[in-house]
């Protein structure tokens, strides 16, 4: 009776020992940046006294971070467990906006003081699965504001269709890539140009002033 008994205890003490020492294959993780053609427009020199803005706070949904994000719906995202982002997606965004405002536009870089600020937030930086392919998205929405008031501020979205095979993340780093430098030269030229109407109205108040 005696041995009856211990023989189904030995064996759960021994199952949970095997499939504690049995290996699983390691999880490989690949890592990718986004990548695109440089812009052929030739930089524009800022003046001295042209428009000044300061590039200012650049984050993103909490979901948004090193991990690759894929949208099989509107509603519905998830994240791939073997590959990732090289660095956070806000800090790509944050060195494509300064590109696109202050090496290739007149713009006037403030590090600091008052005058109008951009502050950006990245809503998606998605890897988007359709039935016809697949499409990397890129949402940033944005504020530029002095200290007085909101001078734009709005949403914007662009949807780059992932080209070749769109199972392979390098084309899919590529598609994203493209639509980062497009959303940013979007939004660039909506910047300078509310601030060239804004400087311009200002100069002229000035001039008529007494």
């Not at 294959?25 to 890592?31: E, H, M, Q």
């Not at 944050?94 to 109008?116: M, T």
């Not at 080209?163 to 660039?188: C, F, Q, T, V, Y």
Request: aromatic share 6%; charged share 30%; with cysteine.
């Amino acid at each position: 009776m005696k041995t009856t008994r211990t023989l189904p205890l030995a064996l759960l003490f021994l199952l949970p020992g095997c499939a504690l020492t049995s290996k699983a294959d390691p999880l490989s993780i690949r890592y990718f940046s986004p990548r695109w053609e440089q812009a052929s427009r030739a930089p524009e020199r800022a003046s001295a006294d042209g428009p000044r803005l300061r590039l200012g706070r650049v984050s993103s949904s909490s979901h948004l971070r090193n991990r690759i994000v894929y949208r099989s719906s509107d509603v519905e995202v998830a994240m791939y467990e073997d590959r990732r982002w090289t660095e956070k997606p806000e800090e790509y965004v944050r060195r494509a906006l300064a590109q696109a405002l202050f090496e290739e536009r007149p713009l006037v870089q403030a590090l600091s003081g008052g005058g109008p600020a951009l502050d950006v937030e990245l809503l998606a930086f998605d890897e988007v699965h359709r039935k016809d392919g697949r499409a990397a998205r890129v949402t940033l929405h944005y504020a530029v504001q002095d200290d007085r008031s909101v001078l734009d501020a709005r949403s914007l979205t662009v949807d780059v269709e992932v080209r070749g095979d769109p199972k392979d993340p390098e084309n899919m780093a590529a598609a994203m890539g493209a639509a980062l430098h497009d959303i940013a030269e979007r939004l660039a030229s909506r910047v300078a140009s509310r601030l060239t109407v804004a400087g311009g109205g200002e100069a002229q108040a000035s001039a008529a002033a007494p």
